[in-house]
């Protein structure tokens, strides 16, 4: 992706105070799920939330967040955010809806995220997350290209192949100069609702060596519960339920980590910024 022409710095967004992507080495991870649950559990634990759907090959964020109509336009040719579940939102699937397949070049997609970024009102925000597409792409150098990114977390099942592309999202975060703020390991293990038995259907407790390994925080681990993808496919996600249910619990706890991660790096690079 080599242009002549110099690439803009990244800039802060104004109002908005933490921006962190999620990501994953590889699709069917659970990426999706597990950023609208961090969203919503972040905005119950009394944050001001921001969602973009980034995602721009498989947008999932209207479904699980149960939202479906266009964003409207506000002054200056603004894109006022969908609000669902106190969390402002917006997705190139509210934008082109249904099944189509979007099929999109690096500079196209330059420009939505550049849009997504800089054109949405966002208003004042405690975290703006963005759910990335999986693996290592155009989309993630864009970002990192356009906004100043607190940091990133990194979903990953713990399945070994899972593993590999999670530690190839690590190094990709690393070589684009981005703080991994953490790693969260969804579909952890399974717990047989008769017998109440733990199976571990893809090995559990990877996703925590992983972090071991590469010396990043480890967020937590969710159980594969058939409950986080019907709230999902529902547009009712889990964490709706509050940090007091079973399954949200996870949720919330991960939440806290990511928090008390980003307010470090956040602390860290106004410090780098006040030096310099």
């Known amino acids: 992706m080599a242009h002549s022409h110099a ?17 994953s080495g590889k ?37 699980m967040m149960g939202s479906r109509q266009q964003p409207k336009v506000g002054p ?9 579940h106190g969390i402002r939102t917006i997705s190139i699937g509210y934008i ?20 997504f970024l800089q054109q949405v009102d966002w208003g004042e925000l405690d975290y703006l997350l963005v759910d990335l597409p999986p693996g290592t792409g155009d989309v993630v150098i864009s970002l990192v290209q356009t906004v100043a990114l607190t940091g990133a977390v990194v979903v990953s099942t713990p ?10 999202a690590l190094e990709m975060f690393a070589q684009v100069n981005v703080e991994v703020l953490g790693i969260v390991e969804n579909m952890s293990h399974f717990t047989c609702p008769h017998c109440h038995h733990e199976i571990d259907i893809f090995s559990k407790g990877g996703a925590e060596r992983t972090a071991r390994q590469f010396n990043v925080p480890f967020l937590g681990s969710v159980e594969l519960i058939p409950a986080i993808r019907e709230g999902g496919d529902r547009g009712l996600p889990v964490a709706l339920a509050g940090p007091k249910s079973p399954q949200a619990a996870e949720f ?20 780098v910024l006040e030096i310099s």
């Open 7 to 23: 690439m803009p710095a990244p800039v802060a967004l104004p109002g908005v105070a933490k921006i962190v992507a999620i990501g």
């Open 159 to 168: 399945s070994d192949v899972s593993l590999e592309d999670a530690r190839k």
């Open 96 to 115: 082109s809806p249904g099944d189509k397949p979007m099929v999109m070049r690096g500079p196209m997609l330059h420009q939505i995220i550049r849009q």
């Open 27 to 63: 699709g069917g991870v659970g990426k999706t799920t597990v950023a609208v649950n961090l969203a919503i559990a972040l905005s119950k634990l009394g944050k001001r939330v921001g969602l973009i759907d980034a995602d721009v090959y498989g947008p999932n964020v209207p479904l």
């Open 252 to 271: 919330y706890a991960a939440a806290e980590k990511l928090m008390e991660q980003a307010e470090a790096a956040a602390a860290s690079a106004k410090d």
């Open 76 to 84: 200056g040719n603004s894109i006022l955010p969908n609000e669902t």
